[in-house]
């Protein structure tokens, strides 16, 4: 299933790059990438490497518009191999991100060993962010903390404007959740591009 998912995104991403430049006159090529998530299962499989390689090779798509995500877990289950999976997609210039940060083991020192791309805040911290201040606060210090260490930082399950206008005050670079849009099929996602690149206009 796991390898069906990456396969069916690389696919699908030449129709989003598609919708993200209709009416473009700007001369300027919009890129958007697709993220994928990576099970610790996945990830003990051997040669799995090569699968990735290899779907990237049969559908052409560009390794830079990838994201693979990952969990904490996954450092502390095969630290090595995790290592080794990281580095070998860095190498096709796939980006890294470390998702759901802050719920799991959290070792700083995971960020070291352990070079991803970005962080995605819990949505667990989002939900009360804005009447809880201990979720404010561990918001804008991981916020914070992946400026320091030049990693783009992402929230999860963003729902209402009070908590993106929290999040973008405190330097947060982007967000995901139901206040922009919720999961849809392709040809809807399409559309709901569309439509917003029309709204700006």
Not at 53 to 63: D, H, M, V
Not at 71 to 93: N, Q, R, Y
Not at 177 to 186: A, N, Q, S, Y
Request: glycine letters at 8%; charged letters at 25%.
């Amino acid at each position: 299933l796991g390898d069906y998912v990456l396969e069916r995104a690389c696919k699908d991403l030449p129709e989003l790059e598609k919708a993200c430049n209709v009416g473009n006159t700007n001369g300027r090529t919009v890129r958007p990438f697709v993220s994928v998530n990576v099970s610790g299962r996945q990830l003990g499989v051997p040669g799995y490497i090569d699968t990735i390689r290899q779907t990237l090779q049969s559908t052409q798509a560009p390794p830079h518009q990838i994201k693979l995500e990952i969990t904490e877990s996954l450092f502390m289950d095969s630290p090595e191999v995790a290592v080794e999976w990281i580095a070998h997609c860095k190498e096709m210039g796939i980006t890294i991100a470390l998702d759901d940060f802050g719920t799991g083991y959290s070792s700083l020192s995971y960020l070291k060993r352990f070079p991803v791309d970005k962080l995605k805040i819990d949505r667990s911290f989002i939900q009360d962010l804005i009447g809880d201040p201990s979720d404010a606060a561990l918001c804008e210090t991981i916020i914070s903390m992946g400026s320091h260490l030049s990693l783009k930082v992402i929230a999860e399950g963003v729902e209402t404007e009070e908590q993106w206008n929290f999040l973008l005050d405190h330097g947060c670079d982007s967000a995901q959740g139901f206040l922009r849009g919720k999961p849809m099929p392709l040809a809807e996602l399409e559309q709901f591009i569309c439509n917003l690149k029309m709204n700006e206009n």
